[in-house]
């Protein structure tokens, strides 16, 4: 496998974990429909620190750039913020 195959590899598998993340917080959201509920935020905390912790592997072994690693990590949490800043809202609203 050439280097360039091994970096558009490291970042489908990069991007799909993200999406996974995204998903299951988003399950957790709609399940306790508690933005503020301790074990929501330790869920999302534990998710992002771990794919971090990925990303961080992919950079060291030079299959992504670090650059490139910033912005999946940046990425992911943008989209979590989102999904947080829609679960406060729907219960500021109740």
Do not use: W
């Not at 301790?38 to 998710?47: G, I, N």
């Not at 794919?51 to 910033?70: C, D, F, T, W």
């Amino acid at each position: 496998m050439t280097d360039n195959q091994q970096a558009i590899t490291a970042d489908m598998v990069l991007q799909d974990d993200a999406d996974k993340i995204e998903e299951l917080v988003n399950k957790q959201r709609v399940s306790l429909c508690l933005s503020q509920c301790p074990a929501f935020e330790e869920v999302v905390d534990t998710q992002v620190f771990g794919y971090s912790k990925e990303v961080m592997l992919a950079v060291r072994l030079n299959l992504i750039p670090e650059e490139q690693g910033h912005n999946l990590v940046r990425d992911l949490e943008q989209r979590l913020n989102a999904i947080y800043a829609d679960s406060f809202d729907k219960q500021k609203q109740k």
